[in-house]
């Protein structure tokens, strides 16, 4: 197996699923086909009618991976473009995030919606966008996002394995760029915990996705000047892992935390909130964040984009000021 | 073109040494920015900008020192520096809420739209007086000579609990943080690397005590964390100050009072009627005490810096418990004085302690200080010289004991401790003995 891009991780861990538990089946627009990032490629021709195209309608795609989840089997649904998975916002967070609760736990509703997400590869406003931040307000709605092919691998496992339904989120821009040897990566992690990726000692970076990335690449290069980041992955955005952000909070006392989704009601207020609520005494600077810029879209033009996008460059900026602090 | 001299950082500091320039010609200046830092004898302090404006000339370079007034730099007020922060009219609470202006933690461009104040932000200009007046340099150097800890330096809360759970005292430790701000790294060195920072002695006793302060985190639930205010912290380093500089001895003599428990007793009533306030034995120990200095002036002293200063007039330090923390108004020109003017005026400086009245000058310049522990029972204490004074006596629990006489009879007297700590560096335990002995003399006398 050894090294393997995203992509083919989640491609490898589908069929492995599939070929495990014949209940497992996938439904999306084009997946019989491969699906446009390829991500099911294959699959079709191997497991039949367990791959299965669906209408351009998201709400439909949700709607029957719950009926389907009702009736037993184990549906994972593929929204082709995170940005188009709001016409099924009603279906999973009015619908399949309370089956649990709404039954008090006698029944449970396991699907899985797999959305590739995120900008940085020239997608423009329809094809770019961040959502994390509206499913993740949601109890009851797991959503998870890694950066390592092995963690795609092993908490796409997971996210199938669980009783609830969880919104798998794969970052477009690391499905090619981000290779990885699966078989010697780090141990494997669980749904609704987080890692410390990169000890240090001066500061915290928290991010999540391809995000995750550039602060690696940041903290890298600021090892070089002397200032010792640590590097937290986040891996689950819902619910998170308030153990692990206290733990990497506490022991630098000066946090960055970092996403590509807009600032405003973006992940790092809540972050900065449980942070501050629960580690005040060992704050030694502000809490910092670098988001995109509140504006409504993801833009077109490669500049503009650039301008949107946080990246190395503008973490290890503020790094280097939080250090200064 | 405006001026910035040397302000006064505390009582008897004629001088200050600039340790390092903030700002360069040609920075642009908010109100209260730091422009450079200075240190003193006694405390070392920022200088806030009592200006807004864009730095001038530097007219005293790094490493000199100059007397208090000197010209420092100049500032060019007004226009250039303050288009940085804002255009308008509210340029210097622009300049403050915001902090991080100019320093390097500047807010990008796309959070300046929706959020003008970054957060945290303010907290770091949090400390600044609110009232600041452009206009008024000496207001500004008046404040920074009282309360040179409140607008000096901020202390993240990180810095503080590591402060507080090791006893390190910030005021001692340099800052590499922004604009020498104490970094919670600053404080973890000084915990590690100095070595004379014990760990927290207080919090309870026993074989505990040391694990809990090696593992901060466990015994954080353990004890209260209890804000120093300002009054605390004066009163810390002025003790500890008094304590590691000034070696000190004590002794103590003890008096038959019988006399002046019986002469109060006599007079307290129309003394009431006559002067509107109550008569304690206080005044008369007071008046005891001036007596035996004239004969003795060598305790009515200070020691500044190297030089040892003998007074003329008495000005008495009265110690007061008041509600707030521990006070020495000081009675000027107690020498002057008799029983009743004594008695009104220490009245008069233990109300204005109780009700925080007293003005800067009731607590400066004493030359000597009288405690009345027997106030609330002891009968003997070992005080701590006020320094720079040089000698501090007590009036021990008057107290009835059966007292063996001349001629080996037994009596029922009254009798009084009298204990002094002085600072044996200015005089001799003949001298303290002799003060001693004849302030004993003085209390037996009257009758």
Request: include cysteine; glycine fraction near 8%; proline fraction near 6%.
């Amino acid at each position: 197996m050894a090294t393997m891009t995203v992509i083919e991780a989640v491609r490898s861990t589908l069929d492995e699923e599939m070929a495990r538990d014949d209940r497992i089946f996938l439904l999306g627009e084009d997946v019989e086909a491969g699906g446009v990032f390829r991500a099911t490629d294959g699959l079709h021709a191997k497991y039949g009618e367990r791959v299965i195209d669906s209408p351009l309608a998201e709400s439909s795609i949700i709607g029957i991976s719950i009926g389907a989840a009702h009736y037993g089997l184990r549906p994972v649904a593929e929204i082709q473009f995170a940005d188009f998975i709001h016409s099924g916002f009603d279906q999973l967070c009015s619908e399949a995030s309370r089956w649990s609760y709404r039954t008090n736990g006698d029944s449970f509703l396991p699907m899985v919606v797999r959305a590739p997400w995120g900008g940085g590869v020239h997608g423009g406003q329809h094809h770019s966008q961040s959502i994390e931040a509206y499913y993740s307000h949601m109890p009851g709605i797991k959503v998870v996002a890694p950066a390592f092919p092995a963690d795609f691998r092993s908490l796409l496992k997971a996210s199938i394995l669980d009783p609830n339904p969880v919104l798998f989120l794969e970052h477009k821009r690391i499905y090619r760029l981000i290779k990885q040897d699966v078989d010697n990566a780090p141990a494997e992690t669980q749904l609704s915990r987080a890692r410390i990726t990169r000890p240090g000692a001066d500061l915290t970076i928290i991010a999540y996705g391809f995000m995750l990335h550039e602060s690696l690449s940041a903290a890298e290069t600021l090892a070089g000047e002397g200032i010792d980041c640590m590097v937290v992955d986040l891996l689950t955005l819902n619910p998170l892992d308030t153990e692990t952000i206290l733990e990497s909070a506490k022991a630098t006392g000066k946090v960055l935390v970092v996403h590509e989704d807009t600032l405003t009601g973006g992940l790092g207020g809540e972050i900065s909130a449980i942070i501050a609520e629960h580690a005040f005494e060992y704050l030694d600077a502000p809490i910092r964040r670098i988001a995109g810029p509140d504006v409504p879209a993801m833009p077109y033009h490669h500049a503009m984009e650039e301008f949107f996008m946080p990246n190395r460059e503008k973490i290890a900026a503020a790094a280097r000021d939080l250090a200064a602090y | 073109m405006t001026t910035v001299t040397m302000p006064q950082l505390g009582e008897s500091v004629t001088e200050g040494t600039i340790l390092a320039w903030l700002k360069q010609p040609g920075d642009p200046i908010a109100l209260d920015d730091s422009l450079c830092e200075i240190e003193t004898e006694k405390v070392t302090a920022e200088l806030p900008s009592p200006y807004e404006g864009v730095m001038g000339e530097i007219l005293v370079p790094q490493g000199e020192t100059v007397d208090v007034g000197a010209a420092l730099c100049t500032v060019v007020e007004g226009a250039a520096g303050a288009a940085a922060p804002s255009a308008n009219g509210h340029q210097s609470s622009t300049a403050r809420a915001s902090g991080w202006s100019g320093g390097p933690m500047s807010i990008p461009p796309d959070e300046d739209k929706k959020a003008p104040a970054p957060a945290g932000a303010p907290a770091v200009e949090a400390t600044a007086p609110p009232e600041a007046d452009p206009r008024e340099p000496a207001q500004a150097a008046a404040r920074t000579s009282t309360k040179p800890d409140q607008r000096q330096r901020f202390y993240s809360p990180a810095v503080m609990r590591l402060a507080q759970e090791h006893s390190v005292d910030l005021a001692v430790i340099r800052g590499t943080g922004v604009g020498g701000r104490v970094t919670r790294k600053d404080v973890d060195a000084a915990i590690s690397g100095a070595g004379t920072v014990a760990p927290a002695p207080a919090v309870e006793s026993g074989p505990q005590s040391a694990a809990r302060a090696a593992s901060p985190a466990q015994s954080a639930a353990a004890y209260t964390v209890v804000p120093l205010t300002p009054t605390r912290r004066t009163i810390a380093e002025n003790l500890k100050r008094s304590n590691l500089e000034a070696p000190q001895a004590w002794t103590m003599v003890e008096a038959d009072v019988t006399g002046l428990v019986r002469l109060r007793t006599r007079e307290k009533e129309a003394f009431l009627r006559q002067e509107g306030v109550e008569l304690t034995l206080l005044p008369y120990f007071t008046l005891a005490v001036c007596e035996t200095l004239r004969e003795f002036p060598m305790l009515n002293a200070r020691w500044e810096g190297e030089e040892l200063r003998h007074y003329g007039a008495l000005d008495i330090g009265i110690a007061v418990a008041s509600a707030h923390g521990l006070v020495v108004p000081v009675i000027h020109g107690a020498g002057d004085l008799n029983i009743s003017g004594l008695a009104k005026r220490i009245v008069d400086l233990a109300q204005r302690a109780q009700t925080r009245k007293l003005r800067l000058e009731d607590i400066e310049g004493g030359t000597f200080t009288v405690n009345n522990t027997g106030s609330f029972g002891s009968i003997a204490s070992k005080p701590i010289v006020n320094y720079p004074q040089v000698g501090i006596v007590t009036m021990e629990r008057v107290v009835k004991r059966a007292v063996v006489r001349d001629e080996d009879a037994i009596a029922v007297r009254s009798m009084v401790n009298v204990c002094l700590s002085f600072d044996h560096r200015a005089l001799d335990g003949v001298e303290a003995g002799g003060f001693l002995a004849a302030l004993k003399r003085r209390l037996e006398a009257i009758a």
